[in-house]
């Protein structure tokens, strides 16, 4: 059995510049000085280090599978050594995200979000890794089933008989901690009454039907259920293989082409809409937003990121693209229409959502004030 290879990308929010707003230099770097050298000592074979917004990203191949302790640690440790840098320099929010204090193996359920996959490698391994600011896990929803489900994006559904036997979505119930995999197209209907909730129901994993390859992950965690108080969204990552029986690298980013709207943006608490850019431009300004996402595009062979002769991951910054011009100037329009509807539904978001934030404390002390209406 050939050695298998696992994509990790796991982030945190340790503290921004200006806000919640940007990852400063000095952070990226602790970032890639921890994970070059867990690269010389042989634990990760690559690694990217970039940021979404106010989130420093570790990007890391290797072959140690999923959810190791000594990847977890690397990364644990680097946002550790990262959040103390923000607080040496008084950065905002310094530190914000690692919610648990002892390590204990893995970071999921300590405040970082985690998307990682582990494949067998085919021939040659397309792979596209998406990162979003200001929005949560069921940001992914619309997207994915676009990619996976929906044959209006994806020719390949129709056309590649290898993809006619469609693909299989594990949906994960954020309140109740369940787990549900439906296949499509069978299925698509109700796959779509459950992940057209997103704040609930979070599309986890996705396999290609007739062999269960692995071809969809993306991180589920939610920040306040863990914390018991609002600490933010969850600014999600999720991990997409394409190609040669896959959706077409052209068709995963079709779903981009447009805005959609996002749970999230100015204190978790709004409506926006989802604008994809480039790695220069992932920073989170009005209204801090709108919400944004960059994309990396690469291959994986032999167990590492295809590097240059330098030994520098060949990544392709796939949102620096004028193709993604009208979605960055509809989340523009949008923006600014729905900032026009201040704090009323639909923009802020419904009470239900509400009660993750901090308008509870604010509406508690009205709460003696009301007396009986005559009916
Ligand atoms: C959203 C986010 C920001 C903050 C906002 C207020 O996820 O992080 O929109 O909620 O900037 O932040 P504080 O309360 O820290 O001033
Ligand atoms: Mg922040
Ligand atoms: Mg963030």
């Known amino acids: 059995m050939p050695e298998k290879t696992t994509i990790s990308i796991i982030k945190c929010d340790v503290g921004s510049l200006a806000g919640h707003h940007i990852v400063p230099k000095p952070l990226i770097d602790i970032g890639k000085k921890q994970l070059k050298e867990a690269q010389k000592g042989g634990l990760i074979n690559s ?18 599978g999923e959810t190791n302790p000594e990847i977890h640690k690397l990364a644990w440790n680097t946002f550790q050594e990262a959040a103390n840098k923000a607080k040496a320099l ?157 959706p077409a690298l052209g068709e995963v980013l079709a779903p981009y082409m447009h805005t959609f709207f996002v749970e999230g943006w100015m204190r978790g608490s709004h409506w926006g809409p989802l604008m994809p850019v480039s790695l220069k431009d992932s920073r989170c300004t009005v209204f801090d937003g709108p919400p944004r996402i960059v994309a990396l595009g690469f291959q994986v062979g032999n167990g590492m990121i295809a590097s240059d002769d330098n030994g520098e991951p060949l990544i392709s910054d796939l949102f620096e693209d004028p193709a993604f011009g009208l979605a960055r100037r509809e989340a523009i329009e949008c923006a600014a229409l729905i900032r026009g509807m201040g704090e009323f539904e639909p923009a802020r978001l419904s009470s239900h959502a509400m009660e993750y934030t901090t308008l509870p404390k604010v509406l508690e002390k009205l709460k003696k004030r009301f007396v009986k209406a005559d009916s």
């Open 90 to 246: 008084k950065l905002y929010g310094a530190g914000q995200d690692l919610l648990g204090t002892a390590f204990s193996g893995n970071v999921r359920g300590m405040g970082p979000g985690v998307a990682e996959m582990e494949i067998e490698e085919r021939g040659s391994d397309p792979i596209a890794v998406f990162a979003a600011d200001k929005t949560e896990p069921g940001a992914f929803n619309f997207p994915m089933f676009k990619i996976f489900g929906d044959p209006s994006n994806t020719a390949g559904l129709v056309i590649d008989p290898s993809m006619i036997g469609g693909f299989k979505f594990e949906v994960l119930d954020v309140m109740e901690n369940k787990k549900v995999i439906m296949k499509c197209p069978e299925e698509m209907y109700e796959l779509i009454a459950l992940i057209g909730t997103p704040e609930r129901y979070v599309v986890s994993h996705v396999w290609r039907a007739r062999d269960n390859l692995i071809c969809g992950s993306t991180s589920t965690t939610r920040l306040s259920l863990i914390a018991g108080k609002y600490v933010g969204k969850d600014d999600p990552v999720s991990i997409v293989r394409s190609q040669h029986g896959l």
């Open 47 to 64: 690694y990217y280090v970039f940021n979404a917004g106010d989130d420093l990203e570790l990007l890391m191949v290797h072959q140690k």
